[in-house]
C-alpha cells in the first residue's frame, strides 16, 4: 500500500493507493488549497485514482517544456 504526502507553500497534497479496504474512496488522491484570507475557506479536491492518472496526463502533454 502506497500513502504520501507532501506539502508545498499554499498545497498539500496526499495519494492513497493499494488499499486492501474495499469502500468506495479508499485508493484516492487529495490536494487541499490554503487560504491566506480568514474569510476564504480552505478548498480540498478529491479524486480517484483513474481521475488522477487522467489530470497526469493531460498536464504532462500540455505543460511539456
Wanted: proline share 3%; no cysteine.
Amino acid at each position: 500500500m502506497i500513502k504520501k504526502s507532501k506539502k508545498t507553500r499554499a498545497l498539500a497534497m496526499n495519494i492513497v493507493n493499494g488499499s486492501p479496504d474495499k469502500k468506495a474512496g479508499s485508493n484516492r488522491v487529495i490536494l487541499k488549497v490554503s487560504s491566506s484570507d480568514w474569510r476564504v475557506p480552505e478548498s480540498e479536491v478529491r479524486m480517484t485514482i483513474r481521475d488522477a492518472q487522467s489530470l497526469r496526463s493531460f498536464l504532462n502533454e500540455y505543460l511539456e517544456g
